[in-house]
């Protein structure tokens, strides 16, 4: 069973930057690709970006140029680099992790983006 957790969520004033980190736990081999989702209120949880074993990723039109997801295979963990942060980037934001077929979601992480 894979465990993840997520960290590094928070209050950001426009324009700032916050660095989400996802731990995985539970696999000895890690995992195959990852990716983070958001869900703000009222609305549908939506891909953010995702990145392959192989290291190739794919982002949301919305963070195009902002964020920047990496994964550090050693350690399990995936990272998003969220820079040029706007006030419609607020939202929980979800690590998922798939293995074997199998896909994880961590609890989420709240990001605030407000003055």
């Known amino acids: 069973q894979v465990q993840l957790v997520e960290s590094g969520g928070g209050l950001v004033q426009p324009g700032g930057s916050l660095r989400l980190s996802c731990a995985a736990s539970?696999?000895?081999?890690?995992?195959?690709?990852m990716a983070w989702y958001r869900q703000a209120p009222g609305r549908q949880r939506e891909l953010v970006a995702a990145i392959i074993s192989e290291g190739s990723t794919n982002y949301a039109d919305s963070v195009k140029g902002r964020f920047s997801i990496s994964r550090d295979n050693a350690k399990k963990r995936s990272y998003l680099q969220m820079n040029s942060l706007k006030p419609e980037d607020t939202a929980v934001y979800y690590c998922?992790?798939?293995?074997?077929?199998?896909?994880?979601w961590g609890q989420g992480t709240q990001v605030t983006v407000s003055s």
């Open positions: 998922r992790a798939w293995l074997r077929g199998s896909d994880y």
């Open positions: 539970g696999t000895i081999f890690g995992v195959d690709s």
